[in-house]
């Protein structure tokens, strides 16, 4: 398993993109739940000591090495426990560079493992919902695991979980119309030829 690259993990995840989930399909064909969005929300990890043996040196290179991501801020709680606040829209280029940078956080951090938290927005029938997915990333390799049972973190990552909820909602109809406009298109060309 020595140097498993993030793309061979198990756990990476392979439905990059828009993706239709059909949990439940009307016999008239009507799709009730699909993928929207999903990006790289936050890194966390949980320092093994004390949050005051980490200094303004080592702050100042989490943000250099996030110089190629989009990290919005960098939050070290009483409790031990570093949050990494981003908004990378998920690619597997993004992904691969996320682990490197986890990865890199964690050398300087001197622990062992992190989180990298997914949050994935969902158009269900009329509304949307949207999901926290955490995986954990350690020197070996990437698993899924949920996330880290830490009541302050995961009120942290639903509080900063993004832009303004109506841009958002915005976003998200802007797609599900550019999805629906593309297979109208698919099917116009496939009755037309």
Not at 112 to 120: A, D, E, H, P
């Amino acid at each position: 398993m020595e140097g498993l690259d993030a793309h061979d993990s198990p756990a990476a995840p392979s439905n990059l993109g828009a993706k239709i989930i059909t949990s439940q399909t009307y016999p008239c064909g009507i799709i009730n739940q699909m993928e929207l969005f999903r990006e790289i929300r936050a890194f966390y990890i949980k320092l093994p000591y004390s949050y005051k043996a980490v200094d303004q040196e080592i702050v100042d290179d989490l943000w250099k090495m996030s110089v190629e991501l989009p990290v919005n801020a960098i939050d070290i709680t009483i409790t031990d426990e570093v949050l990494i606040h981003s908004e990378i829209e998920f690619s597997l280029s993004n992904w691969n560079e996320a682990i490197t940078y986890l990865r890199s956080a964690l050398n300087a951090l001197g622990a062992k493992s992190g989180y990298l938290i997914v949050r994935k927005v969902t158009a269900l029938s009329g509304s949307l919902k949207t999901e926290i997915e955490g995986y954990k990333v350690t020197k070996r390799g990437v698993y899924n695991s949920g996330l880290p049972e830490s009541a302050d973190f995961i009120l942290d990552v639903m509080r900063f979980s993004g832009r303004n909820k109506r841009l958002q909602q915005i976003d998200a109809m802007e797609k599900l119309f550019r999805f629906i406009e593309e297979k109208e298109k698919d099917t116009d060309t496939a009755e037309g030829g």
